[in-house]
């Protein structure tokens, strides 16, 4: 049973800053691709980083650092969201194979608030 979780939101005022965390784990054989993703209340949910793109209403802003956290910086009341964090299960470099390999898994969320 793979297990995602993310740590570390809460609020902050416009122009503060955020680290979430996302740990997945499960399976020793496995390797977790992490990527992000927000769902603001009544919009759809959205990407917003891994670790070879990010989007453009966050760049500048926000990146994605060597242990997939997701380091979150001039925040705004738009950033306002429930940021979740997607694993894409792989197999080690080396390693046996996976056995969920390309399976993904959604942690449960971890809540931003910006207030203006």
């Known amino acids: 049973q793979v297990q995602v979780a993310e740590s570390g939101g809460g609020s902050v005022q416009t122009g503060g800053s955020l680290r979430l965390s996302c740990q997945a784990s499960g399976y020793a054989d496995c390797a977790f691709d992490v990527s992000w993703y927000r769902q603001a209340p009544g919009k759809e949910r959205e990407f917003v980083s891994d670790k070879r793109r990010i989007a453009d209403f966050v760049k500048g802003r926000f990146f994605i650092s060597p242990d997939n956290s997701l380091m979150l910086n001039i925040l705004k009341p738009e950033d306002t969201a429930v940021y979740y964090c997607?694993?894409?299960?792989?197999?080690?470099?080396?390693?046996?194979?996976?056995?969920?390999?390309?399976?993904?898994?959604w942690g449960q969320g971890t809540q931003v608030t910006v207030s203006s």
């Open positions: 997607r694993a894409v299960a792989s197999s080690r470099i080396g390693g046996i194979k996976c056995s969920v390999r390309g399976y993904e898994y």
